[in-house]
Nanobody, 121 residues
Framework: QVQLVESGGGLVQPGGSLRLSCAASKRNILSISSMGWYRQAPGKQRELVAAITSQMTTTYADSVKGRFTISRDYAMNAVYLQMNSLKSEDTAVYYC??????????????WGQGTQVTVSS
């Protein structure tokens, strides 16, 4: 199985910045095809925020384009989300995910525990 460790969440004022980090355990991992970030606000469905593939193709939700940037560190099996010009509507629990192939040949999607991001004055 794959473990995803997230960090960087917290409380920030509107207009501020925050950087989220997520590292996948290298135990039993053969390769990672993609990594991304999702978020879920109270009373709302989980939505894709940003994703990045092994070919470095990126995808962003329309609501965060121009403000958020996703990047990968191949050596560390890590993904980062730089969030700038934060708005109150960005408040949510952010979840890291990865599509990984294990040493056993199994390919599955794994999720982090989630990190709270609160944007408030």
């Amino acid at each position: 199985q794959v473990q995803l460790v997230e960090s960087g969440g917290g409380l920030v004022q509107p207009g501020g910045s925050l950087r989220l980090s997520c590292a996948a355990s290298k135990r039993n991992i053969l390769s990672i095809s993609s990594m991304g970030w999702y978020r879920q606000a109270p009373g709302k469905q989980r939505e894709l925020v940003a994703a990045i593939t092994s070919q470095m193709t990126t995808t962003y939700a329309d609501s965060v384009k121009g403000r958020f940037t996703i990047s990968r560190d191949y050596a560390m099996n890590a993904v980062y989300l730089q969030m700038n010009s934060l708005k109150s509507e960005d408040t949510a629990v952010y979840y890291c995910n990865t599509d990984a192939i294990l040493m056993t040949g199994q390919r599955s999607t794994y999720w982090g525990q989630g990190t709270q991001v609160t944007v408030s004055s």
